[in-house]
Nanobody
Framework: QVQLAESGGGLVQAGDSLRLSCTVL?????????????MAWFRQAPGKERELVAA????????HYADSVKGRFTISKDINKKSVHLQMSSLKPEDTAIYYC????????????WGQGTQVTVSS
């Protein structure tokens, strides 16, 4: 069974930095380690829909960012550890949300595996 373990949320002030981490644990449906296609960070603020913040392909040097975080957030991966990190800088109050890590298997379109979410609160 696959689990995504997240860490790193917290309460910070505007302008501060924060680093989120996520590690894939367990085995995929075939009983082997999960064949990851990509991993991503999503967030959901109160009263708003969940949005994609950043994503990274597993087998290539390709990343994607939401316009609202470009230049401030950086997603990185450690393939050997099946981990992904989100370095967040110059945080703004509008970045306040629950941040979710997600993983997608090879050959599957949607993100099937999700972390439990970690709260990020940015005070002004």
């Amino acid at each position: 069974q696959v689990q995504l373990a997240e860490s790193g949320g917290g309460l910070v002030q505007a302008g501060d930095s924060l680093r989120l981490s996520c590690t894939v644990l367990g085995r995929g449906p075939t009983g082997r380690p999960l064949d990851i296609s990509s991993m991503a960070w999503f967030r959901q603020a109160p009263g708003k829909e969940r949005e994609l913040v950043a994503a990274a392909l597993w087998g290539a040097h390709h990343t994607h960012y939401a316009d609202s975080v470009k230049g401030r957030f950086t997603i990185s991966k450690d393939i050997n550890k099946k981990s992904v990190h989100l370095q967040m800088s110059s945080l703004k109050p509008e970045d306040t949300a629950i941040y979710y890590c997600a993983a997608r298997r090879l050959g599957v379109q949607e993100y099937q595996y999700w972390g439990q979410g970690t709260q990020v609160t940015v005070s002004s």
